[in-house]
């Protein structure tokens, strides 16, 4: 039992669980927002935006274009939604952080040191 509570108790599976619950929420604000994209392209070119009825030749090509705009909607709105904010919340941060990769100075001054005492040593 007490295995069991360390595991349920590790980070990583409570911010998954948060993760579940925020993926769920957001998915229903991203169906609404590609509903209202396809209700605008279905004013513009007056009546539903579903293609599912176009064929040719017998070959029924409009659900490919009908998930093709979906997807291109969806698409469009997590990058503006999720990566472009993410991004620039990471590029704020990284610049307000201290630089890691910059040396320290005392540290190449002792690796100096050390290399002095080498080569007398040779």
Same mark, same amino acid.
């Given at each position: 039992m007490k295995g069991f509570k360390n595991f349920i108790m590790q980070g990583n599976v409570v911010e998954l669980a948060v993760a579940v619950v925020i993926a769920g929420a957001f998915g229903k604000v991203v169906e609404a927002f590609v509903k209202l994209i396809m209700d *605008?392209?279905? #004013? !513009? *070119?007056? $009546?539903? &935006?579903?293609?599912?009825? /176009?064929? +040719? $030749?017998?070959?029924?090509? $409009? %659900? !490919? *274009? %009908?998930? =093709?705009? $979906?997807? /291109? *909607? =969806?698409?469009?709105?997590?990058?503006?939604? @999720? @990566? #472009? &904010?993410?991004? +620039?919340?990471?590029?704020?941060? #990284? #610049?307000?952080?201290p630089a890691e990769d910059a040396p320290d100075p005392q540290v190449e001054l002792l690796k100096e040191i050390r290399d002095a005492v080498r080569a007398n040593r040779a």
């Open positions: *605008i392209i279905g #004013k !513009v *070119i007056g $009546g539903q &935006p579903n293609f599912d009825s /176009l064929n +040719a $030749g017998g070959v029924v090509y $409009g %659900t !490919v *274009i %009908t998930a =093709l705009v $979906g997807f /291109l *909607i =969806l698409a469009a709105a997590v990058y503006l939604m @999720v @990566v #472009k &904010p993410y991004e +620039a919340a990471q590029a704020r941060f #990284k #610049k307000d952080a």
